[in-house]
């Protein structure tokens, strides 16, 4: 079965700090992979996604996630963290045609201001 | 362009009830999913339908789950009768049927938050 972790459960940050969210995932073909976040009492919203090509990845709100094939990994990333990035995280993978989402159990970001 | 909603927001339920949840996709979608999330752990995929057809139901914990999608516009889902681990946060996302620049991502709602006592 495919699988999906993510091993920062909560992470605590100042502003300005640097935020580097790990994801990793069992499937050894071609994935399709994406980054969602849910601030509090909102909808899961998408950050960022990949498909193919260059393995840098830029989303909204300055985020970036960098595919590594080699490592299964899709990790998250943002230089400088603000107060309104608290939220949690949610990494995804969808195989071949975009349906059945598998998901990490998500991360909780706290910023502190 | 409305996202796509989901009610009741909440719902408290006494164990062997049962309870209706329902989700309405963005207009013109053809692709609606039921996910659900678990005491914190991860969101797991339950079914998903094209257009008013069950496509992949392997998700489903089991028969007490009935899942709806009648016309192919909003979707039900009935737990009857709702037992303790059935408490969690229900979430329906959509996606556009082919083409467009949207059609490989999931729009979701703001999830079910369902409690069975």
């Known amino acids: 079965a495919q699988s999906v972790s993510q091993h920062n459960h909560h992470v605590i940050l100042s502003e300005a700090a640097s935020l580097e969210l790990g994801c990793n995932y069992s499937y050894g073909g071609t994935v399709n992979l994406f980054w969602y976040v849910q601030y509090p009492g909102q909808h899961l919203q998408l950050l960022l996604k990949y498909f193919s090509g260059d393995p840098l990845v830029k989303g909204i709100k300055g985020f970036e996630a960098e595919f590594i094939k080699s490592k299964f990994s899709f990790n998250l990333r943002k230089p400088s963290v603000q107060w309104s990035d608290t939220a949690e995280y949610f990494c995804?993978?969808?195989?071949?045609?975009?349906?059945?989402?598998?998901f990490g159990s998500g991360t909780k970001l706290n910023v502190k201001p | 362009e409305a996202g796509v909603t989901q009610f009741p927001s909440h719902s408290v339920i006494e164990k062997g009830q049962t309870v209706t949840l329902r989700c309405d996709p963005i207009s013109g979608h053809d692709n609606l999913y039921w996910y659900r999330r678990v005491m914190g752990k991860e969101i797991k995929f339950l079914l998903h339908?094209?257009?008013?057809?069950?496509?992949?139901e392997s998700g489903m914990p089991n028969n007490r789950f009935l899942a709806e999608r009648t016309g192919g516009t909003y979707s039900t889902l009935k737990v009857q009768p709702a037992e303790l681990e059935d408490s969690g946060v229900y979430f329906c996302a959509s996606r556009p049927g082919t083409g467009g620049l949207s059609y490989n991502e999931q729009f979701f709602g703001p999830g079910t938050r369902l409690t069975v006592l």
């Open positions: 339908f094209v257009k008013e057809s069950k496509q992949d």
């Open positions: 995804a993978v969808s195989l071949y045609n975009f349906n059945k989402f598998y």
